[in-house]
């Protein structure tokens, strides 16, 4: 069975820091673009970054570079979104999603390119 599995999140005071993780079942991590993508309440969902198969491709949407890092570990099966400086406008529900595709990264942040999807994690950024 073909699986996308989320881990992390929580809920963190603005200016915090958080992990979110990725991990895939039934299918090599290694294979693999992934991306994250986030769904604020009320809102649709957006890409936030992605990673290509060797780890050495990676793209972010504005809101969030220099803040968030995406990194991987294949061998460990685990894609980590590393987020710092938290805002309020970051909360959101967090998706990974993954695809067998060559990467490219003007393409690897919109969704209907991905193929398997998690469940989400929430994150939640207050006082």
């Known amino acids: 069975q073909l699986k996308v599995v989320e881990s992390g999140g929580g809920s963190v005071q603005p200016g915090g820091s958080l992990n979110v993780s990725c991990s895939v079942f039934?299918?090599?991590?290694?294979?693999?673009?992934i991306g994250w993508f986030r769904q604020a309440p009320g809102k649709g969902r957006e890409g936030v970054s992605c990673?290509?198969?060797?780890?050495?491709?990676?793209n972010y949407v504005s809101s969030v570079k220099g803040r968030f890092t995406i990194s991987r570990d294949n061998y460990r099966n685990e894609v980590v979104l590393q987020m710092n400086m938290l805002e309020p406008e970051d909360i959101a529900v967090y998706y990974c999603?993954?695809?067998?595709?060559?990467?490219?990264?003007?393409?690897?942040?919109?969704?209907?390119?991905?193929?398997?999807w998690g469940r989400g994690t929430r994150v939640t950024v207050s006082a």
């Open positions: 990673i290509s198969q060797d780890g050495f491709g990676t």
């Open positions: 039934g299918f090599h991590l290694k294979d693999y673009v």
């Open positions: 999603a993954a695809r067998s595709f060559d990467y490219r990264a003007g393409v690897c942040l919109a969704s209907h390119w991905y193929t398997y």
